[in-house]
């Protein structure tokens, strides 16, 4: 099993920045890649970005060029830069593990972000 925890999550302006975190415990050796997913209500979860454990991101287009992601030098944590925030980016922000084992991989508890505007 592999538990994940976010923070950093919070309430920000638009045109503000916050920075999420996810770090993963437990059978950590079966994670591949890490990514960032969010859902509204009554929508979707959606992708927000991914990142490989070689280091290759994939960014949802609505948040290229103001989202980065990265993973951390244990490879078990993942980070989440986000600036430029727009109301539009409200939403709670869950954290994936991908494994060969799980599916759909591993679900963090969720961390919300509210942009005002």
């Known amino acids: 099993q592999v538990q994940l925890v976010e923070s950093g999550g919070g309430l920000v302006q638009a045109g503000g920045s916050l920075r999420l975190s996810c770090a993963a415990s437990?059978?950590?050796?079966?994670?591949?890649?890490m990514g960032w997913y969010r859902q509204t209500p009554g929508k979707l979860r959606e992708l927000v970005a991914t990142?490989?454990?070689?280091?290759?991101?994939n960014y949802a287009d609505s948040v290229k060029g103001r989202f980065t992601i990265s993973r951390g030098n244990a490879k078990n944590t993942v980070y989440l830069q986000m600036s430029g925030l727009k109301p539009d980016d409200t939403a709670v922000y869950y954290c994936n593990a991908q494994s060969p084992f799980v599916p759909d991989g591993y679900w963090g508890p969720g961390t919300r972000v509210t942009v005002s505007s």
């Open positions: 437990g059978v950590i050796f079966s994670i591949g890649t």
């Open positions: 990142v490989s454990k070689g280091g290759n991101t």
